[in-house]
């Protein structure tokens, strides 16, 4: 290469490439550091969300196992009034005035007793 003497430029030669004769200065800025950056929060973000995910599931499943005994009582339960009801209102169907009462006052308030699915007679 040879420098110009007015500007102080220098003029590619014969075979030179213009790419070969600037510097590594006049590229610019790099985007090498700030994709580094934004990837590394990128995977910082994505582990703290990922930690706290995992975190929150954990605490889900301590409350779900929590409530396993008082649901099983609460069935219990309501497995018993079904039971009560059932009798109850057998016992309105075969008359019994103080049984009819509570069946007429229990539908009055909209508690409707389901008979349990009785097993078909047997054909003789």
């Known amino acids: 290469?040879?420098?110009s003497s007015d500007t102080g430029e220098s003029t590619p030669q014969?075979?030179?490439?213009?790419?070969?004769r600037r510097p590594s200065e006049d590229r610019g800025p790099s985007a090498f550091i700030p994709v580094l950056i934004l990837t590394a929060s990128l995977a910082v973000w994505t582990g703290f969300q990922t930690y706290q995910f995992l975190k929150e599931?954990?605490?889900l499943s301590v409350l779900r196992a929590n409530q396993e005994v008082p649901l099983q009582q609460a069935q219990k339960v309501r497995?018993?009034?079904d039971q009560?009801?059932?009798?109850?209102?057998?016992l309105a169907e075969g008359g019994n005035p103080?049984?009819?009462l509570v069946v007429d006052?229990?539908?009055?308030?909209?508690v409707?007793?389901?008979r349990p699915a009785q097993p078909p007679a047997e054909k003789k």
């Open 112 to 114: 409707t007793i389901n």
């Open 79 to 81: 497995q018993t009034l």
């Open 98 to 100: 103080n049984a009819r």
């Open 57 to 59: 599931r954990d605490g």
């Open 84 to 90: 009560l009801a059932t009798e109850t209102q057998k």
């Open 105 to 110: 006052e229990l539908r009055k308030r909209g």
């Open 1 to 3: 290469m040879r420098q």
């Open 14 to 20: 014969a075979g030179e490439t213009v790419a070969a």
